[in-house]
């Protein structure tokens, strides 16, 4: 069992993407009977992507979903019935019926940013959410996904650049199902791991099986511990597979049968359910335990969905323009005197050494001085190059004492250490 | 007080208001150490610091965004874009997700978007562009046009503490030619006004930006000839101040609209049709526009001056309709 989780932890992971596969079923019998509005965009066999990424980050943490994230949704506190309704477009939804599936969101307490349906465009929307974050000094951390096909487009690029440059705390998945819609990842690029961006953006990367849920939940904890440490942005490539169509309507013709069948043998359910069982993390009461807790919560939230009136017509002409019906305050975590002047003032130049030359030492003996073009330095930069540079923005952070990594740890030490006398009882925890 | 240029005026609205409101920071390409290819921004990396007066990739779709991503932690940042043309490089940024962002799931978007438009100095196609209709058809935007130092000031002051996302286009013909004094003290011009620049009886010429100065040249030639023309300038493009527009036309009962846009879709149309529905039976005339061509806007002085409209042809299509 992993290290990193306790057993209560395990099974919440179960809880999560069990409830999120059932929600979807769910969802394709309402399609079915015509009380879906638009369209259902399964993320059947990718449901340890979503859980097992949105489950490494914390309460004050940011995240944006993609489309096939709504397990994401849940691991951050929506409810099913925010599903139902947002598919549904009911007046009770988050969105009240302005928008569908998982389009919607919360800044105040969930931190949640809605996506849109153009690929690409939350990367830099989310770096804009981990600059100020950082800005205000939260601490925080800001996640976001992005498909095999949506690696392809240029705010992918814009975005992920101003993240590396800014050296923002912001964890961006692609979530390499192999599929963009219709057409295989070999066409959208010509690499074999999606990862291998992050070289040109000189950030880490990591590369991890999709469907192993533990594997991803480690890999992003890690990741997003980077980045809350002020390393700047990590990559991570989860390896997977989209095993329906691109949406309800979509048969999914064009995927060859044999790669269906090698799939099924990796659903990422299935093989955690072995894992737990393994594990000896549970048995089948708590299985099934867990099991009629996920139909009972269903149960209730789909009738509550079903039962919601649509919205009234007239209410399609509220809301383009916030009229003071929103009250915008920052949550400051640092001094504001930090950010203003005389403390924020400084000298307005650009520190220049080796003058970007091809030869880097000689040039940098010429200039005698520090700093490079003003570039921070990559993370795959040789490391017999010395390059020095600009004092790094303000990372005003460690791990806090309320960080679940920091419990973790010291937990997982206290387990490891042996077993000896000590003079007093300790108390319980 | 000494007089200001409009360059200035931004520039002066910049310093107070991030000097009043730590969450205000400012974006964009080359604003920090160079000041802006404009020199808009001079000055506020000295004072504000690198986290506040941030230089950015020349990525205008990752500079709308991570702005948009700020204001949802409470910031209000100030995005330049070097020259508003380049705008088209983010069009999705801006009118899917910022423009949408409040209507769809309640998240308002507290940031102003700004840079220099227009032309007149033969900046050539990409340098001297009008693109703000395709702002004004966005419904969740504001498009404000400001044609003096006092309103450039004001108004991106009203810019920056309103809840919604801005457009503020600064005519780059402008920013060094008007000057005025303006007052010490800490003012604001509401975004949605339009303002009656001259006081006339005979005809309405509605405008904004440079071609407000326009009117104003061509009204002081009408008067010559005994032609009170009332000139408003419009300010704000989106949301469009139809009281002062429909109270002068019922006032004058002819309307001649200018614009530096291109003809076909500019802001005459609307304006007309707006007129045609409330204030039809108080028209003596049709309504006559003046506008730039439907053309890119050409780099040749010869041929962006046949491009522009200019007081000579307001002045022709104002005694037409005066006589109509």
């Known amino acids: 069992m992993s290290t990193k989780l306790t057993r209560e932890q395990h099974l919440e992971l179960y809880y999560f993407m069990q409830l999120n596969r059932q929600l979807e079923e769910r969802l394709v019998k309402l399609f079915r009977q015509n009380k879906i509005v638009g369209g259902v965009y399964s993320s059947l066999g990718q449901e340890a992507v979503s859980i097992g990424t949105s489950y490494a980050l914390e309460k004050r943490d940011w995240l944006a979903p993609m489309i096939r994230n709504i397990g994401t949704l849940l691991v951050k506190g929506f409810k099913p019935r925010d599903i139902f309704t947002q598919h549904m477009a009911k007046y009770t939804s988050p969105t009240h019926g302005k928008d569908g599936t998982s389009h919607f969101g919360d800044l105040k307490t969930l931190h949640v940013v809605s996506p849109i349906s153009m690929l690409g465009d939350l990367i830099p929307v989310m770096t804009g959410v981990a600059m100020a974050g950082r800005y205000l000094g939260q601490n925080i951390v800001a996640m976001t996904w992005i498909g095999d096909g949506g690696t392809s487009t240029g705010a992918f690029h814009e975005g992920l650049n101003l993240a590396a440059t800014q050296k923002a705390p912001f964890v961006l998945v692609i979530e390499n199902n192999q599929w963009a819609y219709s057409t295989p990842v070999s066409l959208q690029v010509p690499i074999r791991n999606l990862a291998d961006r992050a070289a040109a953006y000189g950030i880490a990367s990591r590369i991890v099986d999709g469907n192993d849920v533990v594997a991803v939940y480690e890999t992003s904890k890690a990741a997003v511990d980077e980045c809350r440490a002020g390393r700047g942005p990590v990559l991570i490539e989860v390896k997977t597979m989209r095993m329906k169509g691109h949406a309800q309507h979509d048969p999914a013709e064009y995927v060859p049968k044999e790669m269906f069948e090698y799939w099924k043998t990796q659903d990422p359910i299935a093989r955690y359910e072995s894992y737990l069982a393994k594990h000896t993390l549970w048995d089948a009461k708590k299985k099934s335990e867990i099991d009629a807790r996920i139909e009972r919560e269903l149960d209730e939230d789909q009738k509550f969905a079903e039962e919601s009136p649509m919205p009234a017509p007239e209410t399609a002409e509220q809301g383009v323009y916030c009229d003071g019906c929103h009250t915008i305050a920052a949550d400051w975590r640092r001094p504001k005197s930090e950010v203003m002047p005389p403390a924020s003032s400084v000298e307005a130049v650009w520190k220049v050494t080796d003058f970007g030359a091809f030869d880097r030492p000689a040039a940098r003996a010429a200039s005698a001085g520090t700093g490079g073009n003003g570039a921070p330095p990559a993370r795959n930069e040789p490391a017999d190059v010395e390059v020095e540079k600009q004092p790094p923005l303000r990372v005003p952070f460690g791990r806090g004492p309320k960080d679940r990594s920091v419990e973790l740890e010291r937990r997982n030490k206290l387990a490891e250490k042996p077993a000896r006398p000590k003079p007093h009882k300790r108390r319980r925890r | ?142 498009v404000v046009y400001p044609s003096t130092a006092y309103d450039a000031k004001g108004l991106l002051k009203s810019a920056i503490r309103d809840n919604n996302p801005v457009l503020f286009f600064e005519h780059k013909f402008l920013y060094r030619r008007v000057k005025e004094e303006i007052p010490a003290s800490d003012y604001t011009v509401p975004i949605g006004k339009a303002i009656v ?4 009886r005979h005809l309405t010429i509605l405008s904004y930006a440079a071609m407000a100065h326009v009117a104003l040249e061509a009204a002081a030639l009408l008067a010559k000839e005994g032609i009170q023309a009332e000139v408003i300038d419009l300010r704000t493009l989106l949301p469009l101040d139809r009281e002062t527009i429909l109270g002068s036309v019922k006032k004058t009962n002819k309307l001649l609209i200018v614009h530096e846009d291109t003809r076909t879709g500019g802001i005459a149309g609307e304006i007309a049709a707006i007129v045609c529905e409330s204030a039809f039976e108080h028209l003596d005339g049709p309504i006559a526009r003046v506008t730039a061509l439907d053309t890119p806007v050409p780099y040749a002085p010869p041929l962006e001056e046949h491009f522009l409209p200019n007081a000579e042809k307001v002045v022709a299509a104002a005694r037409k309709l005066a006589k109509y």
Not at chain 2, 44 to 55: P, S, T
Not at chain 2, 197 to 200: A, M
């Open chain 2, 1 to 142: 007080m000494p007089e200001i240029t409009m360059l200035e005026a931004i520039r002066e609205a910049l310093f107070e208001e991030m000097e009043r409101d730590p969450t205000v920071v400012t974006l964009g390409e080359d604003i920090g150490v160079y000041g802006g290819a404009f020199k808009a921004t001079e000055g506020l990396l000295a004072k504000f610091g690198r986290e506040r007066v941030i230089d950015t990739p020349v990525s205008e779709t990752a500079i709308v965004g991570a702005a948009c991503g700020m204001s949802y932690l409470g910031l209000r940042p100030v995005a330049e874009m070097q020259f508003i043309d380049f705008i088209a490089c983010c069009f999705n940024q801006v009118t899917n997700y910022v423009a949408k962002s409040h209507y769809r799931w309640g998240a308002p978007v507290p940031m102003v978007l700004r840079g220099p438009s227009g032309g007149g100095v033969h900046g050539g196609p990409f340098h001297s562009g009008n693109p703000e209709m395709y702002f004004v058809h966005t419904p969740g935007l504001k």
């Open chain 2, 197 to 200: 620049r001259r006081e006339g």
